[in-house]
C-alpha cells in the first residue's frame, strides 16, 4: 500500500493534535496537502466526475477528481471497495485519541454519558472528513441510518461506539451478518428492549425489535407481513438480554434458554422448527431475509443513496437481482449500483443532509479540523447531531425537515470562510491550487461553472470583501448549489 501524499502529511501531524499550542502548525503542515495545482470544471453543467465523488463518498477533496480521472471510474470503485487495501493509517492517527470509541462497553459503563456521546461524534465527524476509504465512510452514514440508535436512552451511549464499530465491519460483507450484528449489538438490545424479550413464568415477550427488523431493517413497511408474523418473530427472538454485573459481565450478550419460548413458530409462512434455542435467532434470519421483499427493500435503499430520491426501477431491479444471486453480498451490491448509469444523471435533486453538507465542505477546502465543539453545536443546531435521532427511523432523507435550518447553514458557510474556530482553512495553498483565481474556487465546490447571474452575484460580494477569497468561500458555501447533489 502507499501512502497519499496527503495521508503521509496527516499522519505526520497527527501526534500534535492532542496538544492546543500546536494546532496552528498542525494546519499548516496539513495545508500542503492542497495540489500544486487543481483543474476546475470549466462547463455550465455539473462535471461527472464532480457529481461521482459527492454521490459515491462524501464530497471531493481537493486532488480527488485528478485522481479519479487518472485512475477511472471502474478502478476508483474496485478500490474502493476493498477498503482494507487502502492506506487510512493517517485518518486513524487522527481518529483513536478518543479512548472511549476504543473501549469495551464496560469500561465505558463508568465514564460520563456527555463525554462519550461528544468522542464518538468527534470520532464519526474526524473519519468522515480525512478517511481515504470514502465510499466505506458513506455506508457506515447509511447503514447507522438503517440500523439508528439513539443514544439518549439509558445506558446505551456506553455501546453505541462499538454498535457503530460493528456497521463499518459488516458494510460491505454480507447483509446477513450485518444484520446478525445489529441483533446482537448491546446497544440494540438495550434500545428496541430486546434485551427484556422474555417468554414464560407469566412474561409475554417484547415485540419492539422483532417489529423494527421486520419493518426497518429487513422487509420494508410494505413488505408483507403481518401483526402475527411481528409475534412470532418476538418468540424466535426471546431469551437474549445484556449481563448487569451480577452474575456475568457487564455489557456481554448472552442467551438465556429459561427466558426463550421453545415451541414451534410460523414467520411469513415458514416454521421455525422447536428447541433449537439460541439458533433459532438464525432460522428467523433464513427465513427473512431470504423473502424478497427483503432484497428490493435494500436495493431501494442502496439506489436512492447513491443515485437519487428517485432512483430509476430498472436501478432497484438490477441491484435486488444482485442481491439475490450473492446471497445478499453488499459489495456486489453496491458495485451493481454505482456502475449504473444513473449515477449520472439528475444532478442537484437531492438536499444534503447536514452532516454530508457539513463534511462536504470542509473537504471541499481542504479544512483541517479537530472536531471541536464548535463544529459539533453546528451539527446540533442543523438538526443532525450523531446518535440523535430518537426513533428508529433513522435521520430522515426528506428535504422538508431541513428546511427550517438553512440559516444555520448560511451562518456556517460564513463562519468556516471568516473564523478559525470551526476549522482552519489552508488559504495560501488553496490560492496557488487554484491559479490566483477566485472564480474557480466556486467551480471547484459546485463542479461547474457558475452561471452569469452567480458570477454576478460573486462579483459584487468580492467588491465590498476585505479578502475576495473568503467571500468566494462564504457565498458559494450558502448557495442553492452547494446545497444539492
Known sequence: ?????????????????????????????LGASWPDAVAVPGSAAIDPAHLFLSRAGLGPWPGDREALLALGRPAWIERQLHPDDIDDSACRALARR???????????????????????ARHELLRATFSERQLLESLTALWGDHFNIAVAKGDVVAYKAHDHG?????ALGSFRELVRASALSPAM????????NKAGGGDIPNENYARELLELHTLGVSGGYVQRDVMEAARALSGWTVGDGDDWGQGTVRFEPAHHDP?????LGHTLQPGQGEDELDALLDVVLAHESTSRFVATKLCRWFLG??????????VALTFRQTDGDLRACVRTTLLHPALDAAPGTRLKRPFRFVVSALRGLGAIHHAGPELLRTLERLGQPTGGHPTPDGYPWEESPWLGTLAWRWTFARDLAHAATLAQVPWEALRHGLGENPDALFAHLIGRAPTPEERAALRLVRTEADDPWRATAALTLASPAFQVT
Open 1 to 29: 500500500m502507499r501512502t497519499s501524499r496527503r495521508g503521509f502529511l496527516i499522519g505526520a501531524a497527527a501526534t500534535l493534535v492532542a496538544c492546543d499550542g500546536l494546532r496552528g502548525q498542525t494546519a499548516r503542515w
Open 309 to 318: 430520491e428517485e432512483a430509476p426501477e430498472d436501478a432497484i431491479a438490477q
Open 98 to 120: 478518543f479512548e472511549s470509541v476504543h473501549a469495551s462497553p464496560a469500561e465505558n459503563l463508568s465514564t460520563r454519558h456527555a463525554q462519550l456521546r461528544e468522542e464518538h
Open 166 to 170: 460493528l456497521i463499518r465491519a459488516h
Open 189 to 196: 438490545l438495550l434500545y428496541l428492549d430486546g434485551a427484556d
Open 263 to 267: 415451541g414451534v413458530k410460523q414467520v
